[in-house]
Structure formats: structure tokens, C-alpha cells
């Protein structure tokens, strides 16, 4: 574990172009080191699909090992769609390392950097400013592996306890507040369907028993249709949101098609002691080995790792680290690097040449 400002981090490159932005990540790692006194140690560990076809597992016992001592987790995408368990659905170690640490917060930030295209009209005058916060252990999700099918039906059942919910609550409050401190406006939307369903009901007045601790928040209660409609229209009007899981799967999406894609998306799933940081984007083999992956998004989950890093352990440099990343990626896309996903010519190598230079 940690040592004053010394961090070990376990990287899980993955499948596809997981590897290929990985190698960025680490990169401007490395730079961060050379200038802000922080310390890293990468220790490099299998997990995806392409492990799973040479011995049957998504992961061996010695990566969960490796993830469990690191101080925090850098994941790169896993997992191929020609790669399939019995039951047919995809190999995912992410999926099944939030259910082994218990990481129920999937934090998924949406920011739109200047000069990067927004399919929002307005967008790049208003801006795009917010954070999904998707529970990331239970909802439609606790079945996963579980569900009974027949010639005739299929069912799969979605669990919310309390516990979770309450601790997933409290994590999107206090986020909230830390946004506010930032300057940010520290606004929580509850988003579910407690007008249809007993469960959400469940989660949403969970939700207002918390929000009474927590005063200074302004607060919002909204249904995911109708949220996934004001979403499209009016962005900037979010703050915070927190949801199901695959509410929170699907609107999390949304968002990261509101600046620029996936490519573009870091996200974290967070716990009470461990952490997960990887881009949102999947292994997308049809690009790979090409070199044209966007390496942004882990570049950006990197920078979410240190500001994670300086909560968890009170280094306050970390903090500081991350941001300057971030204002290295800005200053970047606003000097017009241009990645080919939005039809420029930009690839892996250039954007994290550039990205490295402005640090």
C-alpha cells in the first residue's frame, strides 16, 4: 500500500485497443512523476477475453491478488464480441472486479473540453458539466450469471438493499458537495421509475432519508425517460445524478455521446477501500493494432485515479496532478488536435504526443 506520496497500481490492459491506450496512460503517469514529487508502481497483470481462451478464466487468482494490494486499479478495456462464456454472454472482468470489491459507486463523469464537437446545439456556448453516478453492484445487475431461461420464458430479477443504496447515497452527497466547493453548482438528481415499480419506490425514499443529512444540496427527483429527454435537450442543466445500474448503464452512454463519445469517457467504480479506473469506450477490435484509438478517455480515468488517490490518503499533490492533466487534455482539443472518430487524423501516437507536450 501507499507510502506517503509512493502508489503501486496494478494495470490490467485488457483486449483490443486496451493495451494500445494504456501505454498513453502510463506515459503521462510517468511525466506527472518527473513534476510533482508523486511516486508510481506499475505492476502489469492479466485479465479479459484473449485470457480466458488460453486458460479458461477472465482472470487469474494472482490478478485478483495483485488487485487487492495495489492502491488503486488501472483497467483498460476487456473483453471481444467473438468471445463468449457458454451461456453466451461476454467475458468482463470490470463487471465481475466490482462485484469481488464491492465497488457500487460507478462514477462517469461528462465534460465537454473545448474544441471537441457536441451533437447538443449550444452546447459549446452552455457547456457540459456533470456526473452520472450509476450503483454498480446489485439492480438488474445482481443477476448477472443467474437468470432462469426456458424454451418458453426468460427472468432475470433486480435486487436494491438498503445498505447499498445508503452508501451509494451518502458517495453521490458528498460528491455533490466536493462539486459545490469547486465551484461547481453541488445539485443531486435521483433518477429512477418509483412510478411503476415497488423497487425504485424502495430506492427513492431511501434517497430522501439521506438527502435530510445533507441540506445544502439542492435535490431533484426524476424519472430516467424523462431525464434521458431533458438530457438531450438541455445538458447543462445537470449537475449530479444517481441511478440503478442499468438506468445507469444505459444513460451514462447518453452522456458520453453528448462530448464527443466514448472515446472521450473516463469513469471510476468505487468502493469503500478499492477503486477501478478505465474509459468507458469497449476493445472495438475492428481499430486494433491500427492505431487510431483515442487514448483520452483512459488518459482522463488516469487523472480521476490521482484525484481519488489524494482523497483516500490526504495527498494533496495528487489532486493537483489530476488537474493538470486535465488542463493538459483541454489545452490540446482546444489547440485543435482533432482524432479521427471526428473525422480527423489524429491517431493514438499524436494524442498522446501532444498531451505529453502540454504537460
Keep these: 500500500m501507499s507510502a506517503n506520496n509512493a502508489f503501486h497500481i496494478a494495470v490490467l490492459a485488457g483486449d483490443g485497443i486496451g493495451p494500445e491506450v494504456m501505454a498513453p496512460a502510463i506515459e503521462v503517469l510517468r511525466k506527472i512523476e518527473t513534476k510533482s514529487g508523486l511516486s508510481f508502481r506499475f505492476t502489469e497483470a492479466p485479465a479479459g477475453a484473449n485470457h480466458y481462451l488460453a486458460t479458461g478464466k477472465s482472470m487469474p487468482d494472482t490478478t485478483i491478488k495483485l488487485c487487492e494490494e495495489a492502491d488503486a486499479i488501472l483497467l483498460g478495456a476487456c473483453g471481444l464480441p467473438s468471445v463468449r462464456y457458454p451461456d453466451n454472454t461476454e467475458i468482463a472482468p470490470q463487471i465481475e472486479l466490482r462485484f469481488i470489491f464491492d465497488l457500487y459507486a460507478g462514477v462517469r463523469p461528462a465534460r465537454l473540453i473545448p474544441g471537441v464537437p457536441s451533437p447538443i446545439v449550444g452546447a459549446d456556448q452552455r457547456g457540459i458539466d456533470l456526473v452520472v453516478i450509476r450503483e454498480s453492484t446489485e439492480g438488474l445487475f445482481a443477476s448477472m450469471g443467474k437468470g432462469v431461461v426456458t424454451h418458453e420464458e426468460a427472468r432475470e430479477t433486480m435486487v436494491i438493499t438498503r445498505k447499498t443504496s445508503e452508501r451509494l447515497f451518502e458517495f453521490s452527497f458528498r460528491l455533490a458537495e466536493r462539486r459545490k466547493a469547486r465551484g461547481k453548482p453541488g445539485a443531486l438528481a435521483c433518477v429512477d421509475k418509483a412510478n411503476v415499480f415497488k423497487a425504485f419506490a424502495f430506492f427513492r425514499g431511501i434517497f430522501d432519508e439521506i438527502a435530510k443529512r445533507h441540506p445544502e444540496?439542492?435535490?431533484?427527483?426524476?424519472?430516467?425517460?424523462?431525464?434521458?429527454?431533458?438530457?438531450?435537450?438541455?445538458?447543462?442543466?445537470?449537475?449530479?445524478?444517481?441511478?440503478?445500474?442499468?438506468?445507469?448503464?444505459?444513460?451514462?452512454?447518453?452522456?458520453?455521446?453528448?462530448?464527443?463519445?466514448?472515446?472521450?469517457?473516463?469513469?471510476?467504480?468505487?468502493?469503500?477501500?478499492?477503486a477501478v479506473f478505465q474509459p468507458c469506450h469497449g476493445t472495438a477490435p475492428d481499430i486494433m493494432g491500427q492505431g487510431k484509438a483515442n487514448p483520452t478517455g483512459m488518459i482522463l480515468s488516469a487523472a480521476m485515479m490521482l484525484d481519488w488517490l489524494a482523497d483516500k490518503h490526504g495527498v494533496e499533490g495528487a489532486a493537483e496532478a489530476g488537474e493538470t492533466i486535465e488542463r493538459a487534455v483541454d489545452k490540446v482539443y482546444a489547440g485543435g488536435l482533432k482524432p479521427m472518430e471526428f473525422g480527423g487524423s489524429n491517431g493514438t501516437a499524436d494524442i498522446t504526443k501532444a498531451v505529453l507536450a502540454a504537460l
Design 217 to 274: 444540496v439542492k435535490t431533484d427527483r426524476l424519472y430516467v425517460d424523462a431525464c434521458s429527454a431533458m438530457l438531450v435537450k438541455r445538458p447543462w442543466d445537470f449537475d449530479v445524478m444517481v441511478m440503478e445500474n442499468m438506468f445507469g448503464d444505459i444513460v451514462s452512454d447518453i452522456t458520453a455521446s453528448l462530448i464527443g463519445g466514448l472515446g472521450m469517457a473516463p469513469s471510476a467504480d468505487i468502493g469503500d477501500k478499492y
